[in-house]
């Protein structure tokens, strides 16, 4: 069991802060790191999966349930590292038990918190969630960590024939802080028609519809490298644009099918052109393989997990 000391005081100063991601920073290739006490989950559970299948998560502003998972998929929960169609680019080391043993992980943060802690965005509560993780895998798992930048394939986002096919951002009425939690992520209780400010994307069966207000293209390459058919790679920023752009992009997905979380077209049958396709026909934008400097974690120490 985990004891949390000061996570009232480390949500406070978040919020007053206009909730800005406090106690963390994003390095190259999106790796999660936390800059100053972790906060922690009120109580945790650790147990040897008994499934063997499978288990949808669970977020809640309360509780955080991962069922079914390896201490690998733990690491990258914590540190937010993209699966890298499973060739453990990205965190090295450790012993082979790490990719064979599954546990069942239940975690739950006080009550008494939860209506602060759902006042942040989507983004904001999932960096908290893996920052508590971080505690969880040092306090019970005993892991000990470092960093180094390797050589590794990514993708480059740069301009495609004929420029852009951007429309600048019209500047839409201030949102209050902590208001709008669509920002760079899925949020399937919203629509197209009500987003405010940064990137929604709708599945309906293969087919995949992204529409962004207001939103950079840092943005876009960031959900770009959170999206299973890029593969986990890093991708970076290199069309020099530094704007804020409205824009709707359609595709039809390769290699994830995921039920429908909002219609947005009658036609059942996939219509879009694949991702890497669609870019540039209706974005003027390209997604180009190079090589590059990508942050890698190396584990130095990890044992099982303690008894709860």
Same mark, same amino acid.
């Given at each position: ?24 920073? =994003? ?185 962004? =207000? ?38 039809? =997905? ?55």
């Amino acid at each position: 069991m985990i004891k949390s000391v000061a996570w009232g005081n480390f949500l406070q100063k978040m919020l007053c802060l206009g909730c800005l991601a406090l106690g963390a920073s =994003r390095l190259q290739a999106q790796v999660l790191h936390a800059t100053g006490p972790l906060p922690s989950f009120d109580v945790a559970t650790i147990k040897p999966s008994t499934e063997g299948k499978s288990v949808p998560s669970i977020a809640t502003p309360t509780e955080s349930r991962t069922m079914n998972v390896t201490a690998r998929n733990l690491i990258e929960q914590a540190y937010q590292i993209p699966w890298t169609s499973g060739l453990n680019e990205r965190v090295l080391g450790g012993p082979s038990w790490i990719d064979n043993d599954h546990y069942d992980v239940e975690a739950r943060i006080d009550e008494s918190m939860a209506a602060t802690f759902s006042t942040l965005s989507h983004d904001q509560q999932k960096e908290q969630t893996s920052l508590m993780m971080q505690a969880l895998l040092a306090e019970r798992f005993k892991l000990k960590v470092h960093f180094e930048t390797r050589q590794l394939p990514i993708y480059a986002l740069v301009l495609a024939k004929g420029g852009p096919k951007l429309a600048v951002a019209k500047e839409s009425p201030s949102v209050a802080e902590g208001d709008d939690r669509q920002r760079g992520g899925v949020v399937p209780s919203l629509s197209a028609a009500n987003l405010r400010k940064g990137v929604l994307v709708l599945y309906q069966g293969q087919e995949a519809e992204m529409t962004a =207000r207001e939103a950079t293209l840092d943005q876009l390459v960031h959900w770009l490298a959170g999206y299973s058919e890029i593969g986990g790679r890093t991708v970076v920023n290199q069309t020099g644009l530094t704007g804020t752009y409205d824009f709707t992009l359609r595709w039809s =997905r390769e290699r994830l099918t995921m039920p429908a979380q909002q219609s947005f077209t009658s036609n059942p049958e996939p219509e879009a052109p694949a991702l890497f396709t669609s870019l540039p026909e209706q974005l003027g934008l390209r997604l180009i393989s190079t090589k590059g400097p990508v942050e890698v974690l190396v584990i130095d120490h990890i044992e099982r997990p303690s008894e709860n």
